[in-house]
């Protein structure tokens, strides 16, 4: 079973890997690595408020839209954008987007 250290220590692994890829210039990966400390985020908070984990994306986004409408607008925002990355190639100013808003949610856990 995940507990909350786990991803909480997932998230800064992942959060410490992105600023090193995007300070390299490597946007695309550095989207990859950002949602992923998003979606860790997300995670360890409803585990941490409910004593349970969503089994998917679709679960989590029905979750954080009942309970945390404002995380789930930040999410909302960045998962049109990480799927849009499959098909371009992410900017450093889109990408400084996530980041700030990554690092600012993982600073309130």
């Known amino acids: 079973m995940v507990n909350l250290q786990e991803l909480r220590a997932n998230t800064r692994e992942y959060l410490e890997d992105a600023d090193y890829l995007f300070n390299k210039g490597h946007y695309n990966s550095a989207l990859n690595l950002y949602f992923k400390a998003l979606v860790a985020i997300c995670d360890y ?4 408020d409910t004593g349970k984990l969503p089994r998917n994306h679709t679960e989590r986004f029905r979750i ?9 607008d930040i999410v ?3 998962f049109n954008n990480y799927r849009r ?3 371009m190639r992410a900017t450093k100013e889109w990408v400084e987007v996530l980041k700030n808003d990554a690092h600012g949610l993982y600073n309130k856990i």
Request: glycine share 0%; no cysteine.
């Open 85 to 87: 990355a499959y098909l």
């Open 45 to 48: 908070i409803i585990l941490r």
């Open 76 to 78: 909302d925002f960045h």
């Open 64 to 72: 954080l839209q009942a309970r945390y409408q404002d995380i789930y």
